[in-house]
């Protein structure tokens, strides 16, 4: 699958996130988000959002913390990274961000990714749909066409990283997956979609050092031939 790094690596796609999430956060009474609720903002993964909220976690004001099995970020003063009013089921925060969308359509050419991306924000769906947070495997079965092992796969990851809790009924032998409190309405599910099926695929952009290298390599080789007797 292809690597998201240079993506959370991009200051300008850093700070979109970092302004989506202090939004977020300012809705909040205290004043926290997380992974979950800043993905269902952008056509990725969650993974990627992750780790790039791991990295806000260094700024000033912002702080990683843990409850009940899941991390959140903690904003002391939210308007310190964003004073706009982002319409965010509009996805204003996605058109004005031209480094984001140059990333996406490099990543849009890999299917894995792609397929990752659009299951994993189906479940959130169905997870957005439901009354409760508390949710067992055949609640999702039941609701889409996803298959089961992939389903479970997705889930297990999610729990392993942080971002839901697995709750293991022993004595009654269930398995349940705890999500933290989110909304995903439609328009912007469908924002999101859309996005990534319009943007045009591109191959990812070569090393310029290398070819340099590669380049100068080829000089030097035909030197050494034109002085050979």
């Known amino acids: 699958m292809i690597d998201t ?3 959370q690596d991009a200051p300008k796609c850093i700070s979109g996130v970092a302004e989506v999430a202090a939004t977020l956060a300012r809705a909040d009474q205290a004043q926290c988000t997380h992974a979950i609720e800043v993905t269902t903002c952008f056509p990725l993964d969650i993974e990627t959002v992750g780790r790039m909220l791991e990295g806000l976690g260094e700024r000033a004001g912002i702080d990683m913390i843990q409850s009940d099995g899941v991390c959140y970020l903690n904003f002391e003063r939210p308007d310190d990274y964003n004073l706009r009013m982002l319409d965010l ?10 480094s984001l ?12 990714w792609m397929r990752k991306v659009r299951e994993q924000h ?3 769906r169905v997870v957005a749909n439901a009354r409760f947070q508390r949710v067992e495997l055949s609640y999702f079965t039941s609701r889409t066409d996803i298959p089961s092992a992939r389903i479970q796969s997705t889930l297990n990851d999610l729990g392993a990283s942080g971002h839901i809790f697995i709750d293991i009924d022993e004595e ?3 398995v349940y997956y705890v999500f ?3 909304s995903y309405p439609k328009a912007r599910y ?3 979609m859309i996005l990534l099926e319009e943007l045009t695929p591109r191959e990812p952009e070569q090393n310029t050092s290398w070819l340099l290298i590669a380049l100068a390599l080829a000089v030097f080789v035909i ?7």
């Open 122 to 124: 189906e479940l959130l």
């Open 223 to 229: 030197l050494v031939i034109a002085m050979l007797p």
């Open 172 to 174: 009654a032998g269930e």
């Open 190 to 192: 469908n924002k999101n």
């Open 101 to 112: 969308l140059k990333h996406l359509s490099v990543l849009r050419g890999d299917e894995g």
């Open 180 to 182: 933290p409190s989110f």
């Open 89 to 98: 089921d509009a996805g204003e925060h996605l058109e004005s961000n031209a």
């Open 5 to 7: 790094q240079q993506l």
